[in-house]
């Protein structure tokens, strides 16, 4: 099952859609009657650090929209700060979703969502780069929080995805560890399109085979098929602090 944007969470890609919805097929799942910024229904949600916080991929999907909402529109509440809520977490945690993104210090998740301490499982590698300790960690936030959504979280103007393009235009290496990035990046790269537009579709591409890659692990995609866990493939864009989910 597939995810009408306009509906479900964050609002759809702004541009034109160069990725056919095979790509995620069996990959993504999120149930009907997502609505941005829409309260959890009680059904939803469970006690957290500091009230009820979402426990299905539609309630957590919903908080995660609301959150950007009130970042892009400079309304951000910055919840789950106090000094309480630091205090309740010394016994343990329990973040309603996995954020896998970029190292980029202008992409902070927590930031570009407006959520807290105890709200988010957040895990960064330059262009979402998945290898094994990137993987384990966010199969560690599924399976033993209990985390019901897995978020891959690309952006406009992204320096590892730029890198890449530009390595592989050009022939070249990139330079020690660097390469190890690219040689994963390689393959969403779109060689018929030119300068930036190969560069800004290729970070799309780039979420999409490791949103992919997420939900084809079979720890995962057991998960996703019984309808407990949901990875989605979204982008944040530097110019309108908007995320919006990609096809």
């Not at 929209?65 to 910055?78: D, I, K, Q």
């Amino acid at each position: 099952m597939t995810v009408d944007a306009e509906r479900h969470g964050f609002d759809g890609p702004p541009g034109r859609r160069r990725f056919v919805r095979a790509v995620l097929t069996g990959a993504v799942a999120v149930g009907a009657g997502l609505v941005a910024g829409r309260p959890a229904t009680p059904t939803g949600v469970s006690a957290g650090a500091s009230g009820p916080r979402p426990r299905t991929p539609e309630s957590a999907l919903r908080e995660l929209a609301a959150g950007n909402r009130r970042w892009r529109t400079l309304h951000e509440r910055h919840p789950d700060q106090t000094r309480g809520v630091r205090q309740r977490l010394v016994t343990g945690q329990h973040p309603f979703a996995v954020v896998l993104g970029c190292v980029d210090s202008r992409v902070p998740p927590e930031l570009v969502f407006d959520q807290g301490l105890g709200d988010l499982l957040v895990v960064r590698s330059a262009g979402e780069v998945l290898d094994e300790a990137v993987l384990a960690s966010v199969v560690y936030g599924v399976l033993e929080l209990g985390i019901p959504l897995v978020v891959v979280l690309g952006h406009q103007a992204c320096g590892a995805v730029t890198a890449a393009v530009r390595a592989d235009a050009d022939g070249e290496r990139l330079a020690g560890h660097m390469q190890y990035l690219a040689e994963h990046i390689r393959p969403a790269i779109d060689r018929t399109l030119r300068g930036g537009e190969r560069v800004d579709a290729a970070v799309t591409a780039n979420v999409l085979l490791v949103t992919t890659g997420l939900a084809t692990e079979p720890e995962l995609a057991a998960r996703i098929a019984t309808g407990a866990l949901a990875v989605v493939g979204a982008r944040y864009e530097l110019s309108s602090q908007r995320v919006h989910r990609v096809r």
